[in-house]
């Protein structure tokens, strides 16, 4: 759903800067017509099909999916768990009412473990990528690594910021110099 209504965003044929869950959807419109984004930037998606034997990438998706699927009714450890990777503002009290707003929204939600896009058609047209992450979880490193891989793209890690790479120092600067050096 998420790629159905990304599509008509790609006519003007932008640099496409996705977060997180949001990526699934952008690379999913991407590969449906690969030559309408002048450039990728995918900042730690929760695409754990790349690296399917790994611990602790099966870990995020089982709590991931746990919390798309039971919401406010997931395991409160596993839920504080999930929350902390997300970059959530959680204390050791009760949740914040608008962490337990998101959880709400996000629940029913399909598991990202779902999606399969097309990452070769993606490869294969030559689409300049940067693959971004922050450094606060083995699991989102592996699986960025194995993204950037795939695409045949740039990688960057910027600690600082948890889940929010894009406030990490030396984010921004490295989002510039990937965007005019993909500006044709």
Do not use: N, W
Request: proline share 9%; with cysteine; charged share 25%.
């Amino acid at each position: 759903m998420d790629a159905v209504d990304l599509a008509p965003l790609l006519v003007g044929r932008p640099h496409v800067v996705a977060h997180s869950y949001g990526v699934l959807g952008t690379l999913i419109a991407a590969a449906a017509a690969p030559g309408s984004v002048r450039s990728l930037t995918l900042i730690e998606p929760p695409l754990t099909c790349l690296v399917p034997d790994d611990p602790e990438v099966a870990r995020l998706e089982r709590i991931g999916r746990a919390v798309l699927t039971q919401g406010m009714d997931t395991d409160p450890i596993e839920l504080r768990e999930f929350l902390r990777l997300a970059g959530a503002p959680i204390g050791d009290g009760p949740l914040p009412e608008e962490v337990v707003a998101g959880v709400r929204r996000a629940h029913g939600g399909r598991p990202p473990s779902e999606a399969r896009p097309r990452l070769d058609a993606i490869r294969d047209a030559g689409v300049p990528v940067l693959v971004a992450s922050g450094d606060h979880a083995a699991a989102l490193e592996r699986i960025c690594d194995a993204l950037a891989e795939a695409l045949s793209g740039e990688r960057s890690v910027h600690p600082g910021a948890g889940h929010f790479v894009a406030e990490a120092p030396g984010f921004a600067e490295q989002l510039e110099t990937f965007l005019r050096k993909s500006a044709t």
